[in-house]
């Protein structure tokens, strides 16, 4: 448990996803505290993506309530929730969901498009992602450029200059470098660490790969905070 105070806490949280297989899981107890990083691990399939979805209020628990920065989302709206999400939480997904064909410029600012205040944080927001591109590690003329040509290491830089825009305090990332080769995962989660304490943001981290936990300030295995039960098909 981190010291200072949360930014995230889960209480009491159950979810079980309809139809075949009806996966369900349980979050009993769980919360990060403010600028902590934290590695949460587990085998594929241990409810890790599903665990993200209901701290990003894309699904909404049958019980228990997720505070984030003292909000329980899942008592908001869906519209309400919506905006809620654009401004409090940069999203890193395991396939990076950038629009092909857009620039990278205009992927980038999508994020404060729903976020008056993340967007009021940013004076000149191209400026601020030329600046993000740079300090990730891309080439100069990156933001021209259309999303769908650039590299996959290149594509995960840019999505998680997405995220970090307007300094959002939670930065959620999904596995996010699994489809990277080792030597590009490690420049990438050294950018993101970096570029995480630049804004201030809290980082919660997914992955089943173990070999990352030094890096973080703590490191929880979903099998210690989650119970879950799968139906026979
Ligand atoms: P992880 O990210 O740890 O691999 P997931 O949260 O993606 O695990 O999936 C856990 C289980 O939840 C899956 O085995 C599946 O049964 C179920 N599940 C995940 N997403 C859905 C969905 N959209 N609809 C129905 N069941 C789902
Ligand atoms: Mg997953």
Redesign the pocket.
């Known amino acids: 448990m981190g010291s200072g105070p949360s930014i995230l806490a889960l209480k009491g949280v159950s979810y079980r996803?309809?139809?075949?297989?009806?996966?369900a899981?349980d979050v009993p107890a769980f919360s990060i505290a403010t600028s902590e990083r934290v590695l949460l691990l587990?085998?594929?399939?241990?409810?890790?993506?599903?665990?993200?979805?209901l701290i990003c209020g894309t699904i909404t628990p049958h019980a228990g309530s997720v505070l984030l920065s003292g909000t329980d989302i899942a008592s908001l709206s869906a519209g309400k929730r919506d905006r809620f999400r654009a401004e409090h939480i940069g999203l890193i997904f395991q396939q990076f969901n950038l629009l092909p064909y857009a620039t990278v410029l205009d992927n980038i600012l999508l994020s404060l498009r729903f976020a008056p205040q993340r967007r009021a944080r940013v004076a000149h927001p191209q400026q601020t992602a030329q600046k993000l591109c740079m300090d990730l590690g891309l080439p100069k003329d990156t933001l021209t450029a259309q999303a769908g040509t650039l590299s996959v290491g290149q594509q995960q830089r840019v999505a998680a200059a997405r995220a970090l825009i307007g300094a959002p305090p939670l930065i959620i990332a999904?596995?996010p470098t699994s489809a990277l080769d080792a030597a590009t995962q490690a420049t990438f989660l050294d950018l993101l660490f970096e570029q995480t304490r630049n804004a201030g943001s809290t980082l919660l981290m997914?992955s089943?790969d173990a070999r990352l936990a030094p890096q973080f300030d703590r490191v929880v295995q979903?099998a210690d905070i989650a119970r879950?039960a799968?139906a026979a098909a």
């Open positions: 996803w309809s139809g075949r297989g009806s996966f899981l587990g085998e594929s399939g241990s409810g890790k993506s599903t665990l993200l979805s999904d596995e997914v089943h979903m879950t799968q």
